[in-house]
């Protein structure tokens, strides 16, 4: 069983810092983009950030552009989301997810094929 673990969420003031992890198990990431989802309370799932397999490509969504940064450790087999100046409606559960696409990645939850179970964020003084 392909298995993605998410970690590095919890509580967290407006304006502080969360380095989300997104570590696989049982198989390797090296052929995998990476997308990172949110799901904010009452809201849908939306892909917020990407990563191809190479590192040639990445993605963010508007809201994040700029504040958040990902990154991947294929000798760890981890991908990482860096979250800086995080505001109130970054809250949310964040899913990583996996996808065997090459050299490009999507932010559509349709092309990813293993999914973690998540990890929550929230953004409150």
């Known amino acids: 069983q392909l298995q993605l673990v998410e970690s590095g969420g919890g509580l967290v003031q407006p304006g502080g810092s969360l380095r989300l992890s997104c570590a696989a198990s049982?198989?390797?990431?090296?052929?995998?983009?990476i997308g990172w989802f949110r799901q904010a309370p009452g809201k849908e799932r939306e892909g917020i950030s990407c990563i191809s397999n190479n590192i040639l490509s990445t993605y963010y969504t508007h809201s994040v552009k700029g504040r958040f940064t990902i990154s991947r450790d294929n000798a760890k087999n981890t991908v990482y989301l860096q979250m800086n100046s995080l505001k109130p409606h970054d809250t949310g559960v964040y899913y990583c997810?996996?996808?065997?696409?090459?050299?490009?990645?999507?932010?559509?939850?349709?092309?990813?094929?293993?999914w973690g179970q998540g990890t929550h964020v929230t953004v409150s003084s």
């Open positions: 997810a996996a996808s065997p696409t090459s050299n490009y990645c999507s932010d559509s939850s349709h092309e990813y094929q293993y």
């Open positions: 049982k198989f390797s990431l090296d052929y995998y983009s």
